[in-house]
């Protein structure tokens, strides 16, 4: 005796089903316009300088040593060795390390996609404690110390800017291309005097560095204290370390680390590693879009599938309650028209502010609709009604979307009032009773 019903209840389910293929398909679009930003920023990054990270500067003192090894006895008991000779470093790390930079923002484009890039004017300062083996020590375990020097680890060189310059106490050092072992940078060369006497080296750096999105920064000191300032006013704190002390305004930040060696594995980590294009602990900041409009419609395509789903429980509803009957094309049309509104959406926040773009989009898609659902339920009131409906759905997506943190509890509300008003609504209806009245109609 349910017939009728369960007919127009599985044809609304195919329908609902039969629209995550254009809803998907505006997924995938979100994901490909995604894909083509992230290639811009690779593009960028490859002809300008891509992420940088900073390690150093280090004191590096390079030896060979002997090492006999026993190899056997000969016919007389006697015992004989090999020797070979070994390259090793002596690696000393700043006892107090302090930076001051400052990140000076641009914009780059690649056709319609925007790119942050940086300049870091930057100063590093400190002192680095070392102690050589003495020349009996050295005599005895068989040691050569060659020319000593300063490296200063950069992932990518490309993004020096002008001549660094780098001294200790008075003395201007030349830097050269290349960070010894630790792979890519630059290094300063120390006269092989200069250790001579004394256990301390006192530096100071200056650098102008250009970079995309993010810098990083290794903590190679044993006491780091790092400081940042920038116009930028969306900074992202990442790395392994958050800063001790941030103030973020429409005017920029300004943020300060203080880190110890007992907190990081940085030096132990060189040490083993010896190259600088190995992951690292490390403080980021990464200069971030206030709003990634692909992110954001990637997330809205999500709720497509609720949007489709609620609008037809709604007209099956209003069918059911007014007994006027509507055409499964039509729930098709009014589907197709909830899908178009994530293509409108991404195509217009690339050329316009987000919400203003959200903006749009939904009032386009809301006016249709609503103008279209006056005809089908033959009231311009009821096409108001469900138009108002629209705007109160597309409201609350739009609240989801700009919290992302509360997204959970705002969308388990909803559900629950969207339910709670569905049962109400209908809860004198008589199932039974509307099937039959169906059944009758049809005859």
């Known amino acids: 005796m349910n017939r009728p019903l369960i007919f127009k209840l599985l044809a609304i389910t195919c ?20 894909r083509y930003r992230l290639e811009a920023v690779a593009s960028i990054a490859a002809s300008y300088a891509g992420n940088q990270t900073v390690t150093g500067p280090i004191l590096v003192v390079p030896y060979k ?4 090894e026993l190899t056997g006895q000969d016919g007389n008991g006697k015992k004989t060795y090999s020797s070979r000779i070994e390259d090793r470093e002596y690696l000393f790390f700043p006892k107090d390390l302090q930076m001051q930079g400052k990140l000076l923002p641009t914009e780059r484009y690649r056709g319609l996609h925007k790119v942050l890039v940086y300049e870091l004017q930057g100063h590093f300062g400190g002192r680095i404690d070392y102690q050589l083996p003495s020349a009996e020590q050295l005599v ?19 993004g020096l800017i002008g001549s660094p310059s780098i001294k200790t106490g008075t003395q201007q050092l030349m830097l050269e291309q290349g960070a010894g072992s630790f792979g890519k940078g630059m290094h300063a060369a120390l006269p092989p005097t200069s250790l001579a006497g004394s256990d301390g080296l006192d530096f100071s750096l200056d650098l102008t560095l ?28 990442g790395g392994s370390f958050l800063p001790r002390v941030r103030n973020i305004s429409e005017k920029g930040f300004h943020a300060v680390w203080e880190v110890s060696s007992l907190a990081s594995n940085a030096q132990r980590e060189l040490r083993n590693s010896k190259d600088s294009k ?9 200069l971030a879009e206030p709003v990634n409009i692909y992110s954001q419609a990637d997330r809205a395509t999500k709720y497509g599938l609720l949007f489709v789903l609620l609008t037809f429980v709604g007209f099956f509803i209003f069918e059911t309650i007014k007994q006027l009957p509507i055409h499964p094309i039509q729930y098709l049309l009014v589907g197709l028209g909830l899908a178009i509104f994530f293509l409108l959406l991404v195509s217009l926040s690339e050329h316009i502010a987000f919400w203003i773009a959200y903006l749009v989009a939904s009032a386009a898609c809301i006016g249709l609709l609503g103008f279209y659902l006056a005809q089908v339920l033959r ?28 997204a959970l509890l705002l969308g388990s509300l909803m559900l629950f009032v969207i339910l709670a008003i569905i049962m109400i609504v209908t809860r004198k209806i008589d199932w039974y009773q509307t099937s039959a009245l169906k059944i009758a109609q049809s005859n």
């Open 210 to 237: 250009a970079g995309t999105e993010s810098l990083a920064v290794t903590p190679v000191g044993d006491n780091n204290r790092i400081e940042l300032t920038s116009s930028w006013p969306h900074p992202q704190f």
């Open 15 to 34: 329908l609902t089903l039969l629209i995550l293929i254009p809803l998907g398909l505006i997924r995938d679009t979100v994901q490909d316009r995604l």
């Open 140 to 158: 005895s375990d068989k040691i050569t110390l060659l020319p000593p020097y300063l490296a200063i680890g950069i992932s990518d060189v490309r």
């Open 278 to 286: 190995t992951a690292m602990e490390s403080l980021q900041i990464q």
């Open 65 to 68: 040593i002997k090492i006999d």
């Open 379 to 406: 009231s311009f009131r009821r096409g108001l009604g469900f138009g108002a409906m629209l705007t109160l759905l597309y409201g609350t997506l739009y609240g989801l979307l700009i919290s992302e943190d509360n």
